[in-house]
């Protein structure tokens, strides 16, 4: 029978471990970390998630700090908000939402973030320490993933792994966390050729593509892992936009030992695990243990 893998009740669970580490750290060492989160624009989707994200936090017994700026913001205007935010000592995690407007370089105003910060986990010396195998800051939803699928698949070594999308955000980091897992990883992508047979070797496929429904059941080994990344709004009944992920659910779920399901599989680990990696970052600028897998 296939597993359907809650990402939404193992992310409420890891909300509450995060509120307790919160307490703790709080009540043994006066330390209350804060999280700053950067919306520069007016982008529909943003503005969602940047609410979300500060409820969350605050509900976590974190400090929020919203920072909105206009979309006529310029990039040096940027640099010099991430360089006080790097500077003030209550702003142990920066998050700065992507996409940024057009006159804004995105990889300058990450790299410009100071890497203990880097709470997405994004700047260049995060990507370097998680492909060495380096203690940092991991990107969330990849980090998100790896936590269902420790929970639900067990040990992973040894295991064929596919995942399908090499983006900086999912695709690559998800690979070296597989990789670092002793999975033998292969990433697949626009160009690579005959797809349907490479996701059916997979004991772990990873759906990060951004194309609804594009992998079918057929495509699934039995008894295989499915994670679907994939976020995509179409349309639904009464003209109503509905979610549906890369993955056809339907089919899928028929075939695939465990699957996360759109909505409420990756989605809410991605924020879970952003508030985990600030509690980390506060943790590691203080120098207190931290563990919260
Ligand atoms: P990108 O658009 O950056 O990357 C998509 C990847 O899919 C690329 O590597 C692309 O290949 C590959 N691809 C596109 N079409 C095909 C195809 N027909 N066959 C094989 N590979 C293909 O997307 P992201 O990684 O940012 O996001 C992927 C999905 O995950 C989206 O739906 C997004 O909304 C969702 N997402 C969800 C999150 C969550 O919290 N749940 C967080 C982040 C993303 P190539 O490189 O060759 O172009």
Redesign the pocket.
Known sequence: MTGIMDGKAFAAELRGRVATAVSHLESSHGLIPGLAVVLVGEDPASEVYVRNKGKQTVEVGMASFEHRLSDQTTERELLVLIDQLNSDPTVHGILVQLPLPAQINSHAVINAIDPDKDVDGFHLINVGRLTTGESGLVP??PL?CMMLLRAYAGDLSGQNAVI????N???KPMAALLLAAHCTVTV?????KD?TDVCRQADILIA????AE?IQGDWIKPGATVID????RIDGENGKKRLVG?VEFASASAVAGAITPVPGG??P??IACLLRNTVQAACAVNGIDFTLE
């Not at 399908?164 to 983006?167: E, L, Q, T």
């Open positions: 969330c939803t998100g399908v999308g090499r983006s955000i999912v695709g697949a992508h626009s160009r690579t797809l990060a593509v951004g194309r594009m990344v994939g976020i995509n890369d990756v989605g680990m991605t």
